[in-house]
């Protein structure tokens, strides 16, 4: 892991946080929204806030809504665990022993499922997610005992945004949650065209993640649009540049089978917009962990004033970066300052300005 969470500059981040002179003491909230999360999982099980959900609105024999948001899968479903990996990637568990870290293990994980085993998430099914997430009425006719502070939308598709995604991002928004969503992978064609942001990514007030690899270049898989806020790690599992002999994939928590269907859980790596998206998710709930009165506007304004990145590619805001890679030190010392905190003093230096050299 250690490529991408230097990417975002998340060990200075974790450095600041340790040295405060006392821990806050809410936990802030991550509702992932995407094929549910092994919740044995060793490095999640301590970190859920709650079971959570499943919003699958057509369903088969023990599918459908339930106060679970367990992945259900079997081996001949051959399942990826992405919510599994996306959820690591947010929060894991971190400084015990096991498995990997997360972005921001102070967070908690709330898991809400909205993808059956065999086919894609229906829209309703992911808006209500998000409303429920949000401590909004949802058709569960249930609400979690606190509302997440940051949502992670993992998932897309390629149209525009409608009303329907719009009415509930706006909601969500007007709930104090900040909502987080990848880009899509549709990526660059052979001549060289790249794919617009796909949705609920493009609608209005959603930070929109685009994939960079090892390297800092954009991944090329990544859409690119005048919707996209941020950059972060997304890999390439195509490649091996960091001279460590693995795959420049994001590395998280997994699950697999043994030889007797029974499911174990496991570690390793994947690429895309989905992995890029909770590394900002996680910088987001750091941002709530030292500022839990921090407000979407303020985020908003902190954004756009470069307050949480790097610039990357042309000055500004631009398609393929936004306003650069997120920079967990930048936006953890951006959340402090808004409390009045102010930051730290600088390293002290050393200098000679000698005559001569003997």
Not at 207 to 234: E, F, H
Not at 272 to 287: D, E, N
Request: aromatic share 4%.
């Amino acid at each position: 892991q250690r490529w991408h969470y230097e990417q975002i500059n998340l060990p200075a981040a974790m450095s600041r946080i340790t040295q405060l002179a006392t821990q806050p003491v809410q936990r802030p909230v991550v509702a992932v929204i995407d094929d549910g999360v092994v919740l044995d999982h060793p490095d999640l099980a301590p970190q859920l806030f709650s079971a959570g959900r499943s919003f699958i609105s057509n369903t088969v024999a023990g599918d459908g809504n339930s106060a679970s948001g367990d992945n259900p899968s079997r081996p001949a479903d051959e399942p990826v665990f992405h919510g599994t990996h996306v959820s690591g990637t947010a929060g894991a568990a971190t400084y015990d022993g096991v498995g990997g870290a997360g972005t921001a293990p102070m967070a908690l994980i709330l898991p809400l499922r909205v993808f059956p085993p065999d086919r894609g998430a229906a829209q309703v099914d992911v808006i209500n997610a998000m409303l429920y997430a949000a401590g909004i009425a949802n058709n569960s006719g249930t609400l979690p005992a606190r509302r997440a502070d940051v949502i992670n939308l993992s998932l897309g598709g390629d149209r525009p945004c409608d009303a329907a995604y719009q009415d509930a991002v706006t909601r969500v928004r007007n709930a104090g949650v900040i909502v987080v969503a990848a880009a899509g992978n549709s990526g660059r064609n052979d001549i060289g065209q790249r794919a617009a942001v796909g949705s609920p990514a493009n609608c209005t007030g959603v930070v929109a993640v685009s994939a960079l690899d090892a390297q800092r270049q954009l991944a090329r898989y990544s859409n690119t649009g005048a919707q996209i806020a941020l950059a972060a790690p997304g890999g390439n599992t195509g490649a091996s540049t960091t001279g460590n002999g693995a795959p420049d994939g994001v590395y998280s928590a997994l699950a697999t089978f043994d030889a007797n269907g029974t499911r174990q859980p496991s570690f390793g790596a994947m690429q895309g917009t989905s992995m890029a998206s909770p590394h900002v998710a996680g910088v987001m709930a750091l941002m709530r962990y030292v500022n839990k009165d921090l407000t979407v506007t303020q985020v908003d304004n902190l954004l756009a004033a470069g307050a949480l990145s790097d610039e990357l590619g042309a000055a500004g805001r631009d398609i393929d970066f936004g306003f650069g890679v997120v920079n967990a030190l930048k936006a953890v010392n951006a959340a402090l300052g808004a409390t009045g905190t102010p930051p730290p003093a600088p390293a002290g230096r050393v200098q000679a300005t000698p005559s001569s050299i003997d």
